[in-house]
């Protein structure tokens, strides 16, 4: 969609239509999908001799592609990737932390649009000479028996693809597979760490952005630390700040920043937003709109995203701190917390909730759920059950839609077939 409105393709549709003199248009797609009086690209492109003209000479330093951005918080932006870029952050990857050797062999059905498939999968295949093994789609119930067939040992994960691998039931020979190592990241670590043992795996959790064209940082290996996010990679110098840009001490949070200490490791900023990569660029360092801390032995921490917060009694909380706990219930599967504005200028908090199968909750019991485990101005108080929440490809949960839901009375108890149980705007 935004890559559509990104090309004025509205815009030049309109002109068209007041450019009688134009003799042809041409549609980039299926014949089916062309509009009446476009020419079909490929017919088009067998019009011409095939020396009729030779592509101009590319250099390193040229975008290779446009990558848009997750858009978990707002409307998603097209990073510019060079080609240097790509092949960079495939070698750091491979490098220092897949350690590949000419037996591995890459294997995803994940789209090419995700960092982890495009550059971890493809580019990593590449610059280490493996085998690359590419899927239509991914499959559940096959999804190891490709394993299998194909020898793949690396792989890429994403929450969706867990959760709906962990749901199958359990057989002998789950562990029994030629994959050493799946890597990914945004994923529950409970979850993320029984997958590994039950599907005999190393799990490698690291730090994705769409602006690096790869892994920032990285949890491995037997440098591993349970919940972080890891350390930077070569090329990277990460640090955390405060909101006037000044670098925070050890535990504190803040916002994680980075700054490419190579320019191979540099994106090319934003397509056709140049105040927006302004904003994210100070002095050097990319501001990545996470939220997070550093401990003592130099491993980072992911909190939330920065927007991503409540605002009570002037100070600010992460939603984080809330789905944590209401995640805890047992009957709830997933949750997603945001603010509504009060009267008094201040955040009321709101929960989405996807129940387990078969489940049913009251009002009573998430507020006695969360009231012994949390602040008293950080329970809930509008609650909202749906079936499911609007997610991206990678699982990460686009709050920004949510908070285009409408606000209804606070819920004042009785099952969750009534109230304000409804399904989301999708």
Known sequence: ???????????????????????????????????????????????????????????????????????????????????????????????????????????????????????????GALVSGCRLVLGDRFLARTFFDTIRRHGATVFPYTSPMIESLMALEPRPDDAT??????????????????????????MVEGFQLAECGGMC?????????????????PAYEVKVFDEFGEELPTGLSGEIVLRPTTPEAAFLGYYREHDRTAEIMTNGWFHTGDRGYVDTEGYFFFIDRKGDCIRRGGEVFPCGEVERIVNGHPKVLESAATGIRSELDDE???VFLVLRPGMDVTQEE????????????????????????PKTAIGGIRKHELRKYPVREEWTGGPSSGGNSSKLPL
């Open 217 to 233: 940082l990285a949890n491995f290996g037997d440098r591993a630390k349970e919940g972080s996010i890891g350390k930077p990679l």
């Open 348 to 350: 009321e908090v709101r």
């Open 177 to 202: 597979n030629p994959a050493r190592l799946a890597f990914g990241g945004a994923v529950d670590r409970s979850a993320a760490r029984e997958f590994g043992v039950r599907f005999g795996l190393e």
């Open 1 to 123: 969609v935004f890559a559509v409105e990104d090309s004025a393709y509205l815009a030049v549709e309109e002109r068209l239509r007041k450019l009688p003199k134009i003799r042809k248009k041409i549609w980039v797609g299926s014949i089916a999908g062309a509009p009446p009086g476009f020419l079909n690209f490929r017919e088009a492109l067998g019009a011409f001799p095939r020396t009729a003209g030779r592509l101009p000479p590319t250099d390193p330093s040229d975008v290779m592609s446009i990558v848009y951005t997750p858009g978990t918080t707002g409307l998603p932006k097209g990073a510019m990737i060079s080609h240097r870029n790509y092949s960079h952050a495939g070698r750091v990857w491979v490098e220092n932390v897949l350690r590949a050797g000419e037996r591995d062999v890459f294997y995803t059905d994940q789209p090419l649009s995700l960092v982890q498939t495009r550059t971890l999968s493809v580019v």
């Open 366 to 389: 998430i507020v006695a759920w969360c009231s012994g485990r949390m602040a008293s101005h950080l329970v809930p108080r509008h609650v909202e059950i749906v079936p499911e929440l």
